[in-house]
């Protein structure tokens, strides 16, 4: 049974994407996004999406998010456990998502690994409070052959741009 044809659209245009931001200047996109992540004192850390072939193959949710609060704590960035925390709310109730999507086309896989970092954020236009992503960054392969550990791998490295980002901006 193979997926949908517009899952395997959905990738290929953002492959597309991610090629055509990494052309465009010469700040690289997280560079840009670094400051948003200033005076942030840590997150939740949250799993939205992760196909079920993943799972099938020990990439669980459980494991996603003992891997990413690993390297959070490990690099001294403060993971909340709840949303009742008093210190999150007044930081701006920053969540770090974490998606893994899997489009198959026949013997092809596709694979696209995303994180991002959403916190309340102020409109100038009118100072309205919302919830914005202000941090993200993804990555995309494909292959004929699943590999868990290329898949935490890719995660890992994801993460460690966060770190370095977070890390950038608030010195130890």
């Not at 999406?49 to 020990?58: I, R, S, V």
């Not at 694979?111 to 100038?124: E, G, M, N, P």
Request: hydrophobic share 40%; glycine share 8%.
């Amino acid at each position: 049974m193979s997926l949908p044809r517009y899952r395997l659209i959905a990738v290929l245009v953002m492959a597309l994407l991610c090629v055509m931001a990494s052309l465009g200047g010469t700040e690289t996109k997280t560079e840009v996004q670094r400051p948003t992540l200033a005076g942030l004192p840590g997150g939740i850390v949250r799993v939205v999406h992760l196909d079920k072939e993943f799972e099938d193959k020990g990439v669980t949710e459980d494991r996603v998010l003992s891997d990413v609060e690993v390297r959070l704590r490990k690099a001294g960035i403060k993971v909340f456990t709840s949303m009742d925390d008093p210190k999150w709310e007044s930081s701006g109730r920053p969540v770090l998502y974490t998606q893994m999507m899997m489009v198959r086309n026949g013997n092809c896989r596709a694979q696209r690994t995303d994180i991002w970092l959403s916190q309340q954020a102020t409109l100038t236009r009118n100072s309205a409070r919302v919830m914005a992503t202000t941090w993200d960054v993804g990555v995309t392969g494909s292959g004929s052959v699943f590999d868990s550990r290329d898949s935490r791998n890719a995660l890992g490295d994801l993460v460690d741009y966060f770190i370095n980002d977070y890390l950038a901006v608030n010195p130890k």
